[in-house]
Every structure is written in C-alpha cells, then in structure tokens.
C-alpha cells in the first residue's frame, strides 16, 4: 500500500506505523513477504518491518 486517503484515518505517526505491521504479519500469515517502510522527513525510507514467510 502506498497511503493516501485510503489509507484510513490514525491519531499518531506511531498508531498509522503499528497497523502497517498488524497487517503486514496478516498478510505474511496468508503465505507472503512483506516489508514495511516508513519515509522520514528528510525523503529517505526507514525499514520498519520484514515479514518473511518462515515466521515461526
């Protein structure tokens, strides 16, 4: 997902980041590899989740 205004409505930076890992370990649980980005400030991206699907 790329964000935008489907991307829901979240209180914090924080509360939008922890629902992209929840779905991210749902979508890893349905058999995919999954990784999570966050952009910073200054345009660079911050990996904030890998979800392989060797999760135990």
């Known amino acids: 997902m790329q964000g935008g ?4 409505a979240f209180p ?3 509360d ?3 629902a992209a890992v929840r779905d991210a370990d ?3 649980d349905l058999g995919h590899h999954v990784e999570v980005f966050a952009r ?3 345009g660079s991206l911050k990996q904030i ?3 392989s699907t ?3």
């Open 5 to 8: 205004d489907c991307a829901g």
């Open 26 to 28: 749902r979508v890893c």
């Open 54 to 56: 060797a999760r135990s």
């Open 16 to 18: 939008a980041l922890k």
């Open 40 to 42: 910073r400030a200054d």
């Open 49 to 51: 989740a890998d979800r």
């Open 12 to 14: 914090s930076r924080r």
